[in-house]
């Protein structure tokens, strides 16, 4: 879903419309092993749509957040996890796009950075317009969303207040986790029984 919405791949039935260009937080795919860090932050930026002045502007705050010395002219193939994970995330979190899509929470892979990593991500995530955040962790929904939407085996069963969904959420994830297969189904059939799904009209075709 978080491809379609960005525009890596096509619907194969549908329309996706969208009030600006979408922003797909993570940049690892664009990213080269054998290229320092300091090449890899001007790759990543020019990646994310950034013009190369605007990477300029950016690169110095990205290498001072990202706290990794003189590793940054080194090639990132030498890097330990924790180094490559702070200078991703640095490179992610560069940016407050209007529309910005989250693939579960991002890792840093280094406990003493956690707490930076916290604080600027709870500013980035309201910095930005709007927030399409995917997790499979119902408290991290509850705590950074007002809406949730619930897939289940690739169709909508729910939408509606995040507080209200990921409830039955917690409940059924209880249910099927624990071997109660028959109840976690009848909750699914229950919550998908509610569900109905929205008419959506454009401003140019509201009357």
């Avoid at 407050?96 to 991500?121: C, H, N, Q, Y």
């Avoid at 499979?136 to 619930?150: G, L, M």
């Avoid at 959420?169 to 569900?195: D, F, P, S």
């Amino acid at each position: 879903m978080l491809r379609l919405i960005a525009g890596g791949e096509s619907p194969t039935s549908g329309d996706i419309r969208v009030s600006s260009q979408p922003t797909l937080l993570g940049v690892a795919a664009a990213l080269q092993p054998k290229l320092t860090g300091a090449r890899n932050i001007r790759l990543g930026l020019l990646a994310m749509g950034l013009t190369p002045d605007d990477v300029e502007d950016k690169f110095d705050e990205i290498c001072e957040f990202a706290d990794i010395g003189e590793a940054i002219d080194r090639p990132m193939n030498t890097y330990s996890s924790g180094m490559g994970s702070r200078l991703k995330f640095a490179i992610s979190t560069s940016l407050s796009p209007e529309i910005l899509l989250v693939d579960e929470a991002l890792s840093t892979g280094d406990a003493s950075f956690t707490d930076r990593a916290k604080e600027r991500m709870d500013g980035f995530l309201s910095n930005s317009g709007t927030v399409f955040m995917v997790s499979h962790a119902a408290d991290t929904i509850q705590k950074s969303c007002n809406r949730a939407i619930w897939l289940h085996e690739g169709r909508i069963i729910a939408d509606g207040a995040a507080e209200s969904v990921t409830k039955s959420y917690r409940v059924w994830g209880n249910r099927a986790a624990t071997g109660k297969h028959e109840e976690a189904a009848e909750i699914i059939r229950k919550i998908e029984g509610y569900y109905k799904p929205p008419i959506i009209k454009l401003e140019n075709e509201r009357k």
